[in-house]
């Protein structure tokens, strides 16, 4: 053990090394790193829903781990700008409850579910939103002010889709667990519409040829920029679009076109 001497008292060396690097982080000295007392993250998230948000920042960008804006995770904060990155799916209740200085918010063609009361209390909030989008057809719906971002000639969807959701289950189990594959990239909407659209030959059955049986099961709900969504569901021989009746054609399977909707598939009730 090595000793220093100083005002006629030895100290062992390693204690005085201990407290020089000591103080040289708690000043922040050191060269290449950076040490800020109680720094807490600006998001909060959890899985991939975004909590909170913490931060000073009037102007920030969601982060692109998040697919959800959690309830009331930034009510009341002093936001003005807002930007949603491609890839969210939803906003959820409240989520910016009351921040009276939000003035601008860019919602992608990826979002396909805002709750109600997302922007309640946002007077004065702008809603920028692609042609044929959900976001859009939201901002619509419930009078907020709103713009059209990118070209306005160039649709999201030749049939003005905005999201396709996709359910594979057992008819006739409850409670009935499916396994579900949302679709929220522009560029398959077209291709999958007429996929669906391909089951159905076309025939009609009359109601005593409806399934009436348990079995595998496809159901798809199409949602529209500006009028109905189509829901459809078929077994291996009857195909029902909102509630007609038409017999499956059989060049393709409910399960065929299950299979080539290559999206994450996910667990949930119907």
């Not at 000043?27 to 000073?56: D, E, H, Q, R």
């Not at 918010?105 to 979002?111: A, K, L, R």
């Not at 989008?133 to 306005?152: P, V």
Request: glycine share 8%; with cysteine; proline share 4%.
């Amino acid at each position: 053990m090595y000793y220093i001497k100083k005002n006629n008292k030895s100290f062992p060396l390693v204690i005085l090394i201990f407290l020089l690097v000591a103080g040289l982080l708690s000043n922040g000295n050191i060269t290449g790193a950076s040490f800020v007392s109680g720094a807490a993250p600006a998001f909060k998230i959890n899985g991939n829903t975004l909590v909170s948000y913490n931060g000073k920042q009037v102007s920030v960008t969601v982060p692109s781990k998040a697919k959800k804006i959690g309830k009331r995770a930034f009510a009341g904060k002093p936001v003005k700008k807002v930007i949603i990155k491609k890839g969210l799916k939803s906003i959820q209740p409240e989520a910016f409850k009351d921040c009276t200085r939000l003035r601008n918010i860019q919602i992608p063609v990826s979002v396909t579910k805002i709750s109600a009361s997302a922007f309640k209390g946002c007077k004065n909030v702008i809603i920028n939103a692609p042609e044929g989008s959900y976001a859009l057809k939201f901002a619509k719906k419930h009078k907020f002010n709103y713009k059209i971002t990118g070209n306005k000639n160039n649709k999201v969807s030749a049939y003005n889709i905005t999201g396709i959701e996709c359910y594979w289950y057992t008819a006739g189990v409850f409670p009935c667990t499916a396994q579900k594959k949302t679709v929220t990239d522009s560029s398959k909407f077209d291709s999958i519409y007429t996929l669906l659209q391909s089951l159905n030959s076309g025939e009609k059955l009359t109601e005593d040829d409806i399934m009436v049986n348990g079995g595998q099961t496809l159901r798809v709900i199409i949602h529209f920029s500006g009028k109905e969504d189509l829901q459809a569901e078929c077994n291996q021989s009857v195909y029902i679009e909102n509630g007609e009746p038409y017999r499956v054609n059989s060049s393709i399977t409910p399960k065929m076109f299950w299979e080539q909707v290559k999206e994450e598939t996910i667990e949930t009730e119907l």
